[in-house]
């Protein structure tokens, strides 16, 4: 590892960031596509990386309203409860501190923390979710918002995301993007400042408070 970026904080996205969710993720809105007679493939496009509503309004403008938001949450509740870390994700982000990371996720707050909690992370003390913000990913909010909260600028932080509407979120907040390859092909993610494998390729020094990003 030759190259390095000092920052002083971390914002990570969850699903097929942190938690191995991609299938969930896929089966949860299968189901849902199911139970309203729609061929998949026509709500795939608009799953990852966005929040349940922005995906509903995007399906069709009619299931767009808070009781078919609530089914897919029930839905979402429950998948979660069996999800996975991504390979490497525990232990890189038990090197940082808990007030020095922070979580940015299209995902409602119950189903990001049943995720989280199922793979074995400790949430962090900073987490900013469906609920918080106005407009979601590929909008800057989520990242701007969760840098605020750590008491940052975004350009101070590293984000980390699968997602194109992710890797767009964090690079329009001015965030310095890392883009893993779980989900998406590299060529979908060139917006990112880095794209690598997965968190084996990356490793975290603490310089006194701030820190350097190594790959």
Not at 29 to 40: L, M, P, S, V, Y
Not at 140 to 164: I, Q, T, Y
Not at 192 to 215: R, T
Request: a negative charge.
């Amino acid at each position: 590892m030759i190259n390095r970026y000092s920052c002083k904080g971390f914002i990570f996205d969850v699903d097929a960031t942190l938690v191995n969710t991609t299938l969930v993720i896929n089966n949860i809105w299968k189901k849902w596509a199911g139970q309203n007679g729609i061929d998949f493939s026509i709500v795939y496009p608009h799953v990852h990386g966005r929040k349940i509503s922005e995906t509903l309004e995007l399906v069709g403008s009619q299931y767009a309203n808070a009781d078919e938001e609530n089914v897919v949450k029930k839905i979402a509740i429950e998948a979660m409860e069996s999800a996975t870390e991504i390979d490497g994700a525990l232990s890189f982000v038990e090197n940082i501190p808990k007030c020095s990371w922070a979580i940015a996720t299209s995902g409602p707050r119950k189903v990001a923390e049943t995720s989280l909690l199922a793979s074995g992370f400790k949430l962090p003390m900073n987490m900013v979710c469906a609920e918080d913000v106005i407009f979601g990913k590929p909008h800057p909010e989520p990242f701007a918002l969760a840098a605020k909260n750590l008491g940052l600028k975004a350009v101070s932080c590293v984000a980390f995301e699968d997602s194109p509407a992710g890797v767009k979120s964090a690079k329009e907040a001015g965030c310095f993007t890392v883009a893993i390859l779980t989900s998406h092909k590299e060529s979908e993610l060139v917006l990112a400042d880095l794209i690598v494998d997965g968190f084996s390729d990356l490793a975290i020094e603490n310089k006194n408070g701030s820190y350097e990003l190594c790959w």
